[in-house]
């Protein structure tokens, strides 16, 4: 029999709406502010991720710390100081990420270092090349996403998606965030110069979404943690506030380059 959740209060709302207000704004600013604040931004979280990362690995904090440095020097290479970012840009996070995992021995640290890094290559691509709608139109779709799976899973209730993954779950959940996505993207087809593709897009990517917000929730449970970190009030770590953003970026920026957006 489907395990179901009943409807339940939205606990630590206004803490949670006002940390998530004030992120949004930061977010936003440093997008528009232009390269080098949003690189600055982008950086300052994929520490603020890998080091996390580390945690919920268990790994030692010396070996933590030190990947988390080469991750803030390798993210110098994609700043605005040198070219745009290329191929030649992936490759060379791919390498440095598989001598990260030679170095000190650990494949979680190097699996940690790709997906984070890649993904933080993707967003500031997508801000240089990709131009300023496209990055919008990707946080906005990422956090209607968040939105609407929270109070329709909150609200609705009802079967659970995966509960040996996360507990809290739920399929109304999912189809919350798919339709507020859409319902975002199709008012960024309309009032911009992005195709209709990003509709159904904005579905599909509301359901990535979701998949890299269980991935973490899994590992936070292998961990026996509630949250990677006390970073923000309300909201947990870095990596509890953009588990979904890291796959989409990367989906998204792949499209991109390959010239369907």
């Excluded at 603020?48 to 988390?68: D, F, N, Q």
């Excluded at 009032?191 to 590992?219: H, M, N, T």
């Excluded at 970073?231 to 990367?250: E, M």
């Amino acid at each position: 029999m489907t395990e179901a959740a009943a409807p339940s209060r939205f606990r630590n709302l206004w803490k949670r709406t006002a940390t998530g207000l004030v992120l949004a704004a930061v977010a936003l600013g440093a997008l528009f502010a232009g390269q080098w604040p949003f690189w600055l931004l982008v950086t300052a979280l994929a520490a603020a991720m890998i080091y996390e990362w580390g945690g919920l690995m268990k790994e030692p904090r010396r070996k933590t710390l030190s990947v988390t440095i080469v991750l803030i020097l390798l993210m110098v290479l994609f700043s605005p100081a040198y070219a745009p970012i290329d191929q030649a840009d992936i490759v060379t996070a791919a390498a440095v990420g598989i001598v990260v995992g030679l170095a000190f021995w650990s494949a979680r640290l190097a699996g940690g270092f790709l997906y984070i890094g890649l993904a933080s290559i993707a967003i500031i691509f997508l801000r240089e090349q990709g131009g300023l709608v496209l990055a919008l139109w990707t946080l906005a779709m990422v956090w209607a996403t968040d939105i609407g799976a929270y109070f329709s899973g909150k609200t609705i209730g009802g079967p659970k998606l995966a509960p040996q993954f996360s507990p809290n779950k739920t399929w109304a959940g999912l189809i919350g965030g798919i339709a507020c996505a859409a319902l975002v993207s199709a008012g960024f087809a309309l009032q911009s110069e992005l195709p209709l593709l990003i509709v159904p897009l904005g579905a599909l990517f509301a359901v990535v979404a979701q998949l890299g917000d269980l991935y973490e929730s899994w590992l936070k449970r292998r961990a026996d943690v509630k949250d990677s970190s006390n970073l923000f009030p309300g909201h947990g770590g870095a990596l509890d506030r953009l588990d979904g953003l890291l796959p989409v970026a990367i989906g998204v920026a792949g499209l991109s380059a390959a010239g369907w957006l």
